[in-house]
């Protein structure tokens, strides 16, 4: 029971934060793909180097003459107007906004944690923006019944008020269980170790979940590191980390 219940919990986090980058700019497409970029090593250089030659010669054979050095360009442009283009039309079917329960409140008020409205994604979540040891971070709690509601706010408001242990807590024990495998695997491509700063600052931290047993989850991107894999540490307020997963 207890394992079906960390799965929907991941599935909602997911579902929440996957919302929020479908509405990503097209500024934040490109750093993305300049963040791709950056873990290339000469094996990839050297197939698009094939690529862009394959392309080039029979653009110069049929008379395009130094012209035909733009036919990877050209390719990349047409193929990202493409894809912007499909995105606009092809809008996915609006999702349907989640209502309060019967007898459960339309958002949470609390002297430290403000208002708290219901989550548009779920009936058993209450979502704000919180700032977290500086940045802007979704803050989700999580109810199943009205007696849980007072019990994750105590335990939101213990989170909160211990954010910096918490954070460092939780960021090192991410390095420590998934560093070592990535550096393993980049090895084996022939590309840079990374430092636990540049691990650091390559994923992202996306959503806080709170739950009414003052377990926790930090749901981060991975920042291309692990495939476009989330990053989600479990753990425990008075305890800390516990357990880390990467769902796809």
């Not at 430290?112 to 409205?117: D, M």
């Not at 058993?124 to 040891?133: A, M, N």
Request: proline share 7%.
């Amino acid at each position: 029971m207890a394992s079906n219940q960390v799965l929907a919990n991941s599935t909602t986090d997911k579902l929440v934060v996957e919302s929020q980058v479908s509405r990503m700019t097209i500024a934040a497409g490109f750093n993305r793909f300049r963040a791709a970029l950056a873990h290339w090593g000469p094996s990839h250089y050297i197939i698009l180097a094939v690529l862009w030659f394959t392309l080039s010669v029979p653009l110069y054979l049929a008379g395009w003459g130094v012209a035909s050095v733009l036919s990877l360009p050209l390719l990349l442009l047409m193929s990202a107007a493409l894809a912007y283009c499909a995105s606009a039309v092809l809008k996915p079917a609006a999702r349907p906004v989640a209502q309060p329960k019967p007898g459960f409140p339309s958002k949470l008020d609390h002297p430290g944690l403000g208002e708290v409205p219901l989550s548009a994604y779920s009936n058993e979540r209450y979502e704000r923006t919180i700032d977290w040891c500086g940045s802007p971070i979704q803050l989700s709690l999580s109810v199943h019944s009205m007696d849980s509601i007072a019990a994750v706010l105590r335990a939101a408001t213990s989170i909160s008020e211990a954010s910096a242990t918490v954070n460092s807590q939780v960021v090192a024990f991410a390095v420590k269980e998934l560093l070592p495998g990535i550096n393993q695997e980049r090895q084996v491509q022939k590309t840079p170790s990374l430092t636990p700063e540049q691990f650091l600052q390559a994923i992202s931290l996306q959503m806080i979940t709170v739950h009414p047993d003052k377990t926790y989850e930090f749901l981060y991107s991975d920042g291309d590191l692990l495939g476009g894999h989330w990053i989600e540490v479990h753990g425990e307020i008075e305890h800390g980390p516990m357990d880390v997963d990467t769902p796809g």
